[in-house]
């Protein structure tokens, strides 16, 4: 046998299949050779966990100007899975140095609500401490008064008795009005102080419960009234939820700037077209959640079927090369036996009905029957 014959074969003897040339493909029924264990996957599983954390980051501080800088990371973590070639060095680095700004963002927002917690602790201990002072002196003046109340009583004089008497009277007088108009200095103070205070913190929660872009409750605000409703005993409610179709088009076609423009009048024209005490809250990036009390299931569909009429020629206003989407929503009325979960699961079925029966439309889903309720 020559050599050529013995390279050939492995060691049973088994011919085997010469190397393969570059830009050659494996013959059909042939096995492809078994990849050789790359040792970069297990840094690039700690990359792809990495950016998950960033990504997570980015979402809990709901600021909507990260929403292009979100797809970029969820797009730079496919790369770097382990199945998939991973990203150019560049666009990584550019993508991260993007986010840089996250720590100090959060870490600048943490020291303000600190600042604030600690202005309003040493407002109220200033204000024990100044009373503390006011009224221990105070108590030292009135001790002092007694002892000389006491001195002038023990003369023999009553003359002398009744000027002095008198004259001290009109001293404690005067001290008592000196004290009476620091008091309320002190108060004043204290009370435009603490006015300035609270309006810092209702501009705080309310930022804390808006979302930025369209004005309305975010989603965070959503769940505190959405839970209290629904659990109020007696309550009549209806939910709604609508989205816009086809928004990832809207953004891929006309720009984020653009479908930031569409969301913000999806926001206001809710808040116009709604009354006051219904709850319209923004839950995700195109989806908007409306509570209304008192109203019929049909009532909604009359009103929401008119409303998103009157938003899509809102949205298309802008003028020619502006998005003008139409919209979809699902309503479901609260009924014996829901919770939070089963009813939004019902408006949410609603509004995938809609979207499957065509789009740009309102369907409800009604109450289940009993033996749908006893299966949750």
């Keep these: 046998m020559s050599l050529n014959e013995l390279i050939a074969l492995d060691l049973r003897g088994r011919p085997t299949s010469p190397p393969p040339t570059v830009g050659s493909v494996p013959p059909v029924g042939t096995d492809r050779p078994r990849p050789v264990d790359d040792p970069s996957i297990g840094l690039r599983q700690l990359i792809v966990r990495a950016l998950d954390v960033v990504r997570e980051l980015l979402a809990a501080e709901e600021e909507e100007d990260d929403s292009a800088l979100l797809a970029e990371l969820t797009t730079l973590a496919a790369q770097f899975g382990v199945s998939a070639t991973p990203a150019p060095t560049t666009a990584g680095h550019d993508c991260l140095e993007r986010a840089r700004p996250l720590a100090s963002r959060s870490k600048t927002r943490r020291s303000e609500q600190r600042q604030e917690l600690a202005a309003i602790v040493a407002l109220v201990r200033e204000a024990v401490a100044t009373a503390g002072l006011q009224l221990d002196s105070i108590h030292s003046e009135i001790e002092a008064s007694g002892d000389r109340f006491e001195a002038i009583t ?28 620091a008091w309320e200095s002190q108060r004043e103070t204290f009370a435009n102080k603490i006015a300035t205070l609270e309006q810092q913190l209702h501009v705080t929660k309310r930022q804390a419960s808006t979302d930025a872009l369209t004005g309305v409750a975010n989603q965070g605000s959503f769940q505190a009234e959405y839970q209290a409703r629904v659990n109020r005993a007696g309550s009549q ?65 009359m009103r929401f079927t008119s409303i998103l009429t009157r938003l899509r020629a809102d949205m298309g206003k802008a003028g020619e090369g502006c998005a003008a989407p139409s919209l979809s929503c699902g309503l479901a009325e609260l009924s014996a036996g829901d919770t939070p979960a089963s009813l939004y699961e019902r408006a949410d079925q609603a509004l995938y009905s809609a979207k499957r029966a065509g789009k740009n439309r309102v369907a409800s889903k009604t109450r289940p029957l009993m033996r749908d309720l006893m299966r949750k």
């Design 154 to 181: 023990s003369q023999e004089n009553p003359k002398l008795v009744r000027e002095q008497v008198m004259a001290h009277v009109t001293l404690l007088k005067q001290l008592v009005a000196e004290k009476r108009k």
């Design 237 to 301: 409610l209806v939910l709604a939820v609508l989205d816009v179709d086809g928004f990832k088009s809207v953004n891929d076609t006309f720009g984020h700037a653009e479908g930031d423009r569409v969301l913000r009048v999806l926001g206001q024209g809710l808040r116009q077209a709604l009354r006051d005490n219904d709850f319209i809250a923004r839950v995700g990036g195109d989806e908007f959640a409306v509570l209304l009390e008192k109203v019929t299931l049909r009532q909604a569909e």
